[in-house]
């Protein structure tokens, strides 16, 4: 038993380290202070908070830190990184763990809303709101009640539209995504 834990602690060692050369040692110097969590736009989406995964690399918690949605979530305000207190870049930590994510092809949990996003656009040059959350919901059916209040609250402002409008340039919009490789 002695030497898994071993291995492990050499495990947890050498991700943090990778995490700091990424994302610079003054990672090292977080106090954890909530600063960055508490600065985040995104926060109250967020599982963990920026602060948790900060915590989570320095102790060497690889699949936490890799598998979550807050790597996602992140906008890249940099408004964690303004405030805080001890000058480290909480958001270099977030695209230190994207690097590494992508280099374990591990894939975002928004990937089908990206897939439907992009093929809308490919389509109609446009998203229609209404029938991509409608179509996302198939593979997010979890999302539905978060998705009707938002809806309810944008569909009488006329923030959403029911019908999928062709636009003018949908041949040049679909050139682009196909160069893009989407």
């Known amino acids: 038993e002695r030497g898994g834990s071993v291995m492990a ?4 060692e050498d991700f943090k380290n990778e995490v700091l050369r990424l994302a610079g040692e003054e990672v090292r110097t977080c106090i954890q202070c909530g600063t960055c969590s508490a600065s985040c736009p995104t926060a109250h989406l967020m599982k963990p908070s920026i602060r948790r995964l900060v915590k989570l690399c320095l102790e060497g918690r690889r699949e936490e830190a890799l598998h ?31 690097e590494l994510a992508d280099r374990e092809k591990i894939e975002s949990p ?20 209404l029938p991509l959350i409608g179509e996302f919901l198939l593979f997010y059916p979890q999302g539905t009640v978060q998705s ?19 636009v003018m340039g949908k041949d040049e919009v679909k050139r682009i995504m196909e160069e893009l490789g989407k």
């Open 68 to 98: 979550n949605e807050t790597l996602w979530l992140c906008t890249s305000c940099l408004l964690c990184t303004v405030r805080c207190p001890r000058g480290i870049r909480p958001k270099m930590v977030v695209s230190a763990l994207k």
């Open 110 to 129: 928004g990937k089908n809303y990206d897939h439907l996003f992009n093929k809308q656009i490919e389509e109609y040059g446009r998203i229609s709101e």
């Open 148 to 166: 009707m209040k938002v809806g309810l609250e944008l569909l009488p402002r006329g923030k959403i539209t029911l019908e999928r409008e062709q």
């Open 9 to 12: 602690t050499a495990i947890e």
